[in-house]
């Protein structure tokens, strides 16, 4: 069965430091993954999404992320963090179907010291 | 642009009681919209999917006659709980597509508290 996971439920780091978020999936093809990041009182904002192609994906907000088939994970990664990043993400794969339906890991939790 | 906006953003009611949950898309037509259900510490977990003048296509395990989802037009859907109970009470997100495979714009979700 296709699932998610996100190893980790809740991240500190300092501000300016470097920051990885893990994300592991199991799914049969080919997957389309995506990363989002959900603030208090916002929606889901899409940060980055791979479907083919180069590995290394770029995003919004200073966001990367990599794809490695060989370790089916797609982990995020920042090279330095604001405050302003202090936020819940989720990790999802698209599962296809006509309407692209999505699976979402149970997130992390970023927390950002001063 | 791509604004979903949902209403109310919290609501309470009663046991055995209805409530409805808006979902508009504010700057586009979405011809698919997403119901996401969320629980405390949980991933969105995917209720059902509708199409503008179609039923929804619910989800294994999420009661139809529970959950009435209504894509009324383009730029609207409905979610409405009917003969809601305490076990109901969750975070329920939307999201709206204009067609593009998993291009999903998310609405900030609604708290929904059964008493």
Same mark, same amino acid.
């Given at each position: 069965a296709q699932s998610v996971t996100q190893p980790d439920i809740h991240i500190t780091v300092s501000e300016g430091a470097s920051l990885e978020l893990r994300c592991n999936y199991s799914y049969g093809a080919t997957p389309y993954l995506f990363w989002y990041v959900q603030s208090p009182g916002q929606g889901l904002q899409l940060l980055l999404k791979y479907f083919?192609?180069?590995?290394l994906v770029q995003g919004i907000k200073g966001f990367e992320a990599e794809f490695k088939r060989s370790q089916s994970s797609f982990n995020l990664r920042k090279p330095s963090v604001h405050w302003s990043d202090a936020a819940e993400y989720f990790c999802a794969v698209g599962i296809g179907g006509s309407q692209g339906n999505l699976i979402f890991g149970k997130g992390t939790k970023l927390s950002v010291k001063p | 642009g791509a604004v979903v906006s949902q209403h109310p953003s919290w609501v309470i009611c009663k046991s055995g009681t209805s409530v409805k949950i808006e979902c508009r898309s504010l700057d586009f037509q979405a011809t698919t919209m997403f119901w996401y259900r969320q629980f405390p510490k949980q991933s969105l977990m995917l209720m059902a999917t509708s199409n503008e003048g179609s039923k929804a296509t619910y989800e294994q395990g999420v009661e139809k006659d529970k959950f009435l989802i209504n @894509? %009324?037009?383009?730029?609207l859907s409905t979610l409405t709980v009917t003969s %809601? @109970?305490? *076990?109901?009470s969750s975070f329920y997100i939307c999201s709206a597509s204009w067609?593009? %495979?998993? *291009?999903q714009y998310f609405g900030p979700g609604t708290r929904l508290t059964v008493t």
């Open positions: 083919s192609g180069d590995t | @894509h %009324a037009s383009l730029t %809601a @109970h305490p *076990e109901d067609g593009g %495979a998993y *291009e």
